[in-house]
């Protein structure tokens, strides 16, 4: 059975940046395509960024232009790097694979201040 843990939230100003880490545990990392959510209270989980087997991206409205998602397979992981931050950003930040597929790991927390 797959784990994900999330990593690399915090707390920064409005223009910071955050690289976010989700380490996968388990089998047949490489074959699987990758995306980053979002959900913030009394909210459903908002899809991010895309990432495919291989390496090619997506990204939707929210974060187009200032996040960017990675993938490392030697490492078995997956990164988002988020940078110009927002109020609007603060949320818990989840890693799965697009469809949702694997059991959902606890988040990070990202926290965005002016």
């Known amino acids: 059975q797959v784990q994900l843990v999330e990593s690399g939230g915090g707390s920064v100003q409005v223009g910071g940046s955050l690289r976010l880490s989700c380490e996968y545990f388990?089998?047949?990392?490489?074959?699987?395509?990758y995306a980053w959510f979002r959900q913030t209270p009394g909210n459903q989980r908002e899809l991010l960024a895309t990432?495919?087997?291989?390496?090619?991206?997506n990204y939707r409205a929210a974060a187009s232009g200032r996040f960017v998602i990675a993938r490392d397979n030697s490492k078995k992981m997956v990164f988002l790097q988020m940078n110009d931050l927002k109020p609007e950003d603060t949320a818990v930040y989840y890693c799965?694979?697009?469809?949702?597929?694997?059991?959902w790991g606890q988040g990070t927390q990202v926290t965005v201040s002016s």
């Open positions: 799965n694979s697009p469809m949702s597929v694997f059991q």
């Open positions: 388990g089998r047949n990392f490489r074959f699987h395509n």
């Open positions: 990432i495919t087997s291989g390496s090619s991206t």
